[in-house]
């Protein structure tokens, strides 16, 4: 019966962490048949290769994002092409909420180019904002 049990091509292995130090033991694999990896790399979803950011992640390029979504959500960006964009005023608002936020809670710490531009962005959003609400 045990026979039996290793020949089936399943492995069984406790991988939970318990304090007796599992992490130190060698591991223990046996190596891997042809048909194994055929049908590990079957399993495996094929996605696309992710394109890669030229832009550095930065304070400027988090404010610039999050302005970025309020001009979507005033109807700028159309969801697919030939849609109709449509305006989500609420979703606008909350968004320039909270570049208020991040300008009040980071005030003395940004250097004069980045005060400046979220000042600038939260300046012109609200200026939107009062236009298409009227």
């Known amino acids: 019966m045990e026979e ?3 020949d089936s091509g399943f492995v069984i292995k406790d ?3 318990s304090g007796d ?3 130190s033991r060698p591991a223990e694999e046996k ?3 042809a048909a194994e990896d055929k049908r590990e790399s079957a399993n495996e979803p094929q996605s696309p290769p992710e394109p890669e950011f030229d832009f550095p992640v930065n304070f ?3 404010v610039l994002s999050l302005s970025t979504s309020a001009l979507y959500h005033f109807g700028d960006f159309p969801e697919t092409e030939g849609a109709k964009p449509q305006k989500n005023l609420p979703a606008v608002k909350q968004t320039i909420d909270i570049l ?3 300008h009040e809670k980071t005030k003395g710490n940004l ?3 980045e005060a400046n531009l979220i000042q600038g962005v939260i300046y012109e959003l609200k200026m939107r904002y009062v236009k298409e609400k009227a």
């Open 111 to 113: 250097d004069a180019n």
């Open 60 to 62: 400027s390029n988090f």
């Open 100 to 102: 208020d936020m991040l």
């Open 21 to 23: 130090s599992e992490e």
């Open 15 to 17: 991988k939970r962490f």
């Open 31 to 33: 190596p891997k048949t």
């Open 4 to 6: 039996k049990k290793k």
